[in-house]
């Protein structure tokens, strides 16, 4: 028999339910105060079971708040678990559950605010002799904990740009080094429903103390550009750029755009190098208090430490700031026990209500908040997750301020800032509004880091500390086993004036960051046969939704139009498995943003080791910002059909999946999709950051996965481009030869038994000579596929686009199946694509004569020749005699739309 204090926490005296410490299996006796009982079911750590009977109908409560509701009468012992929880855990193969679910959420109704109860209290008390840290004195404000030289792209049209030139500064002497910020925003055609938050980030990322020197790189007519963040900035009374910075504009080629940024920069190093860090006060400390990976312990040890920490910088003048406004639906009560005033209130509940509702236009609730982790490690829903996120907040502290998304703080004290819930957009909005340090808790151990402001990860138990103990760096567990919050509290605060001072993080030490902007929401209002009520009692199934929003699937089938057999171009192609094929990949899919650098790293490294030997010619990664942090449903789906569509694509021949661990989209998710999809998982390597105990093991477990094939190496054949799936594009304008030229191209290809895609946004079909010349008419054409939908058949087909980005078409493509696009370009070149080789061609004299380092080839005179030479360079990368210039300069990308009903959470 065990007693329950060796198996439960209650969170909060007068609660009905407690958390259990470890795993207890069906059958297990308890201990309840002299009362055995015997546990009905499994209840997995991090789970809840009755302390007191509670009738059906009643609340059931963790700090004393109320987040769901009993379904049935329930006796001391029994499980408490919701629908939602309950199928989280069975997807993952547990034993002894119950047969159907003994809760049900608390709903989302509006939180009544009685102003008469509020209590306007007082700051934490001051210290009497505050602190100080070593750091770097800023003209334009607070201290910086760092010094790097930020390389800022303003859109995601540069961002391939602002890495490169980072990597060729890699180990420079430069301060803290040279770091590039490349981001997913602002990169289609049109003004973006999220344009002020990107210009107050942008402008917050430049201001940010820890930025020794900043170069602000734009392309040539970017909306969101240089001069347009020099206008937000004269606009809203920013101060100015103290440091040595500049704009830059891309407009030349990649090479010599880089050469003459790099030339910018050069002089900037030694003065950042030589910078030394003095003693400054403790009030310059700002600190960002996020989290991620949660669960039910987060609101136990590390979510109150980080807080209590908080609390002890603000007591030195400092300032905390919390985030993440869904993650506090549900304790809005907890949030405004304390607070400086009624305006400040207000402004809380006026930020939730506005996240709420702009949710609800998608068709979401807040519920879609929790990921597959959360709900596995015991946060059933986000009543339960929000009241855990809000310790955040110690009972003694006051709410001073509310701000807008990457604002700068008004002052001192705590803050609480607009966001949503993913961690990485969140993030970037706290560095924006002048973070210069982030608390980051986490029950699963997610590994996030920023490029530029160090992070400090709080973990939830011991047990995954010392799982995770490289990239970890507190221990808020021993809370659990008896440390005194005091003492930890202490240490945590000596560590992060260490840390502050120039001592390195865990994250820091393993070299690996990302960034993440407030993604673009596309709906501004409601929307008839969409939006939903905030409180979460009207639903809509996916089905109900209008088709071209919610991005249904189609029949696959081509357009029906004329094909006359062709003679194709010859190509040199490779014999793979029986199949003629442009190239035999190594992919390696990370299933969520968090693990997107990690697979970054895996697949350069596999690469240079020869890890899966002479099977594959090339290795290749995927990161990207989807996978957790979003909403289900349409997005979802879209998403969850993309990264299928590069695990089954035709070019990739051996496949690794890599889980952060406790994203919605884990491993687990993506086994029940191929199984769904008719393909066996056994195919695929599976490897997890956090199971498999960190980036030293899960890399080791990546190249034993590889290195484990003995698969013959390809064999080259003699095929022609009829074997093809390629993808046409034209941006920028397009005389009517050139159109015919294109068309002419994909009717060979067509002709000879290959397969055509074009996007439904694209030039292409905008261009009537382009649609006479291919289908014989110049009636409107209609998407045969949806976005990133395989082909079920070969020929001509349109694929349904959701936005304009270029990168978002060009990774709907690869995953229908397109092996290489074939883009004209005008006014501008492209980034490529990671997996899919993108070949660009012009026949646009300004064009050639601007960017003629960058094009793949020059296309001159009639249809007919332009047509050859764009089938020659098909031919010439499909037989892998030329390598893109894109990709060998490095500008390279990959993005997956949120189509038109994705929001963050």
């Not at 060796?6 to 470890?22: F, H, K, L, T």
């Not at 209002?525 to 979460?536: F, K, V």
Request: aromatic content about 6%; some cysteine; proline content about 6%.
């Amino acid at each position: 028999m065990l007693r329950f204090d060796e198996i439960g926490v209650v969170p909060e005296p007068g609660d009905n339910a407690a958390i259990c410490s470890r795993r207890l299996e069906a059958g297990t006796v308890v201990d309840f105060g002299g009362t055995p009982v015997t546990l009905p079911h499994t209840v997995l750590e991090g789970h809840r079971i009755v302390v007191r009977p509670v009738a059906t109908g009643e609340a059931i409560t963790s700090w004393n708040t109320p987040f769901a509701r009993a379904l049935r009468d329930l006796r001391i012992g029994d499980y408490v678990c919701t629908p939602t929880s309950l199928a989280a855990v069975a997807g993952r193969g547990v034993d002894g559950l119950p047969a159907e679910a003994s809760a049900s959420n608390e709903p989302l109704d509006p939180y009544t605010l009685d102003e008469n109860a509020l209590n306007f209290g007082r700051q934490v008390t001051s210290v009497e002799q505050p602190g100080t840290f070593l750091g770097f004195p800023r003209a334009q404000g607070p201290a910086g904990t760092r010094n790097h030289v930020v390389l800022l792209a303003t859109s995601s049209r540069s961002s391939g740009f602002v890495t490169e030139l980072a990597r060729r500064f890699d180990g420079a002497p430069a301060g803290d080094g040279v770091v590039p910020v490349a981001h997913t925003e602002g990169g289609e055609d049109g003004t973006p429903n999220n344009l002020r938050f990107l210009l107050s980030t942008l402008a917050g990322f430049a201001l940010n103390p820890n930025v020794g020197a900043v170069l602000i790189v734009d392309t040539e007519d970017d909306l969101v550009s240089g001069q347009a963040i020099r206008d937000f900035m004269a606009e809203e009374g920013y101060p100015e750029i103290r440091v040595p910075h500049a704009y830059f504009t891309r407009q030349a080629g990649f090479e010599q755009d880089l050469t003459a940024a790099g030339a910018l920069i050069e002089p900037w190093l030694p003065v950042v190098d030589a910078q030394e860090r003095v003693e400054v006060p403790l009030v310059d400390l700002r600190i960002a208090l996020q989290c991620g990976g949660s669960d039910a312990f987060s609101g136990i040890s590390a979510n109150p430490l980080a807080g209590n920490v908080g609390a002890e910088v603000i007591r030195h003048g400092g300032a905390a700031v919390l985030a993440e406004t869904d993650e506090l639906i549900g304790a809005e009560q907890y949030v405004l026990k304390n607070v400086r005033d009624l305006a400040t209130a207000r402004r809380f509940l006026e930020t939730v209500r506005s996240f709420k509702d702009r949710v609800g236009w998608h068709g979401h609730t807040a519920e879609g908040n929790p990921s597959g982790g959360n709900l596995y490690r015991g946060l059933y829903n986000i009543v339960l997750k929000s009241i855990g996120a809000a310790r955040k907040l110690p009972r003694d502290v006051r709410l001073d301020h509310v701000i807008g998304y990457g604002e700068p703080l008004p002052g001192t004290g705590y803050v609480f800032m607009d966001s949503p819930g993913n961690d990485l957009e969140s993030i970037a909005g706290q560095v924006a509004s002048g973070c210069n340090l982030i608390f980051f808790t986490t029950g699963n151990g997610s590994i996030t880091n920023f490029p530029f402001v160090p992070t400090l990860k709080f973990v939830t138990t011991t047990a995954r500390y010392e799982h995770l103990q490289a990239e970890m760096d507190v221990d808020a567990g021993r809370y659990l086993t008896g440390t005194p919050m005091d003492e930890l509290t202490a240490e945590t605060f000596d560590l992060t004036v260490r840390v502050a001072s120039g001592e390195r993080s865990a994250g820091e030490r393993a070299g690996h960051s990302q960034v993440s902007i407030w993604r673009n929401w596309r709906q501004s209002g409601p929307r008839e046969g969409i939006s939903i009520t905030t409180d979460g009692r009207m639903s809509r199934p996916l089905d109900d939704l209008p088709a071209e929003d919610r991005d249904a699937l189609l029949p696959g089938l081509p357009l029906d139009v004329p094909t006359v057999e062709r003679q194709a171009t010859a190509a040199r192609l490779l014999s793979v498995d029986g199949r003629q094929l442009p190239e035999a990949v190594g992919l390696i899919l990370p299933t969520s943003l968090c693990s997107g650098q990690i697979a970054l790293r895996l697949a350069a490294q596999a690469e240079a080791e020869k890890w899966a030997g002479d099977a594959v010619t090339r290795m290749v990664a995927l990161p990207h910002t989807e996978g957790c942090g979003s909403s289900g449903g349409a997005s979802e789906e879209t998403f969850a059909r993309t990264m299928l569509g590069y695990l089954l694509h035709p070019n990739t021949r051996l496949a690794l999946l890599l889980e952060h661990g406790c994203e919605k989209t884990h491993n687990d998710y993506f086994r029940s999709k191929l199984v769904e999809a008719g393909a066996d998982p056994s195919r695929f390597g599976w490897a997890s950051i956090q199971a498999d105990g960190g980036l030293d093991a899960v890399g080791e477990r990546v190249r034993e996965w590889f290195a484990s094939f003995d698969l013959p190496a390809p064999i080259d054949v003699e095929g022609n481009v009829g074997a093809l799936t390629v993808g046409l594009e034209a941006r920028g304008p397009l005389s009517d030869q050139t159109a015919e030229a294109i068309a002419i191209i994909g009717s060979e290809i067509v002709g000879a038994g290959g397969s055509v895609v074009l996007s439904s946004r694209g030039g292409l079909l905008a261009n009537s000579t382009f649609r006479t010349t291919a289908f014989g008419s110049t009636g409107d054409v209609g998407p045969t596929i949806a976005h990133g939908q395989r082909l079920a058949a070969p020929g001509w087909h349109v694929m349904r686009m959701p936005g304009t980005d270029w990168m978002e078409t060009a990774t709907g493509f690869g995953a229908g199946g397109v092996q290489q696009i074939l883009a004209h370009v005008a006014g501008g070149t492209l980034s490529a694509q990671r997996f899919v080789p993108v070949v660009e061609f012009s026949s646009d004299p300004e064009t050639v004569a601007k960017y003629g380092d960058d094009l793949d080839a020059v296309a001159a005179g009639g249809p007919a020749d332009q047509a050859r030479t764009g089938l020659e360079a098909i031919a010439a990368v499909a037989s892998r005699l030329q390598v893109p210039k894109a990709v060998a300069s490095g500008n390279v990308g990959f993005q997956i739309t949120r189509g038109l009903l994705g929001t963050s959470m």
